[in-house]
């Protein structure tokens, strides 16, 4: 089983990245996929997840109207669009795979990707 995140980078506040989570070793239909956040001295955190199956979605208050969580099926991969990018944006982002619906709790998920920096400058 394999989650690995691209995409992350430096970028300037009310810019854009898109991160790309590829999954391997699993049925992927059968999850779903949730992106996470860390910042420095902070807990990890929910930022968004997609259902594999049925599509849904969910995002935190915090990034609602400027990120978009997608799926593509085919490629075994979710992406995370993110734009209007914050200082505060600034984290290390996971991915991580839970069966079926998104889990509110970060043990609800089976397996987690290595990170990848993302950091917004003002």
């Known amino acids: 089983v394999q989650l690995v995140e691209s995409g992350g980078g430096l970028v300037q506040a009310g810019g854009s990245l898109r991160l790309s989570c590829a999954a391997s070793g699993f049925t992927f239909d059968d999850y779903a996929i949730g992106w996470f956040r860390q910042a420095p001295g902070k807990e990890r955190a929910g930022v968004s997840c997609i259902s594999s199956r049925d599509g849904s979605t969910y995002y935190a208050d915090s990034v609602k109207g400027r990120f978009t969580i997608s799926s593509d099926n085919a490629k075994n991969t979710v992406y995370l669009q993110m734009n209007s990018l914050k200082p505060e944006d600034t984290a290390v982002y996971y991915c991580?795979?839970?069966?079926?619906?998104?889990?509110?709790?970060?043990?609800?998920?089976?397996?987690w990707g290595q990170g990848t920096q993302v950091t917004v400058s003002s």
């Open positions: 991580a795979a839970g069966w079926v619906a998104c889990g509110s709790s970060l043990a609800y998920y089976d397996y």
